[in-house]
């Protein structure tokens, strides 16, 4: 029965890196279209989101079924309770792609846009997709300090947001590149929530390993405009 678990606890395991290396590639075929407006919104966006929704309701389904077979020791329930956490934070960044999907198509491509946002962008985009790589890799080879570097990348899409956030506040002239920058800003926040979304997952790897639960930033809290 227990090694029926334990078997179980794996597949559950491969199946939540499958969707952290599918939100990261997502990201990176996103560094190129958030930094061209030319394109045009490609279709995947919206179906990798859809795709991350529905594995994580099988996974959350057979957690359930997991646990409710099996009484768990201290470090197999470690592991159903940080899978579920990792869970839920996949199914934030779905949210947030769908968000970034709806701001690409409110965009009009023959609006002139911001060199600076532009190239801001696609490094957001990179640096994500770069940080829930990295947190992937910190649950696979229960690394805590892998893990805790995640955290520490945060402040550079922190700061890329903020610069975002600074030049689309200046930007004048017609209405139209006015919209377009606040689209671009929504689009900024979106990928510093997918960057607080890998550091929470890392966090949830470090978890798993040291059986203590500690924030590495405060990923998850809302920040004032007035820190941006």
Do not use: C
């Not at 869970?87 to 934030?92: D, G, I, K, M, Y």
């Not at 198509?105 to 640096?127: F, K, N, T």
């Amino acid at each position: 029965m227990r090694q029926g678990f334990q078997q179980e606890l794996g597949a559950i395991e491969r199946r939540l890196l499958r969707d952290v290396e599918l939100a990261s590639a997502t990201l990176r075929g996103l560094s190129d279209v958030v930094s061209d407006p030319s394109r045009p919104t490609p279709g995947y966006i919206e179906a990798d989101a859809e795709r991350l929704r529905d594995s994580g309701r099988i996974t959350h389904e057979r957690l359930v079924v997991a646990a409710a077979r099996e009484a768990p020791v201290a470090s197999d329930l470690r592991l159903v309770l940080g899978f579920f956490q990792i869970n839920e934070h996949l199914a934030l960044i779905a949210n947030q792609f769908e968000l970034l999907t709806e701001q690409l198509m409110e965009m009009d491509p023959e609006e002139a846009s911001s060199s600076r946002i532009l190239e801001r962008l696609g490094r957001m985009a990179s640096h994500a997709s770069l940080q829930l790589t990295k947190a992937g890799e910190a649950l696979a080879a229960r690394n805590p300090l892998t893990a805790e570097a995640v955290g520490r990348d945060d402040d550079a899409l922190d700061l890329l947001n903020r610069e975002v956030f600074a030049e689309a506040r200046n930007v004048g002239g017609p209405v139209g590149r006015r919209e377009l920058a606040l689209h671009q800003m929504l689009m900024a926040r979106s990928l510093e929530r997918v960057g607080d979304n890998a550091v929470d997952i890392a966090e949830q790897a470090a978890f798993i390993v040291t059986g203590e639960y500690r924030e590495f930033s405060d990923a998850s809290r809302p920040k004032s405009l007035e820190h941006r």
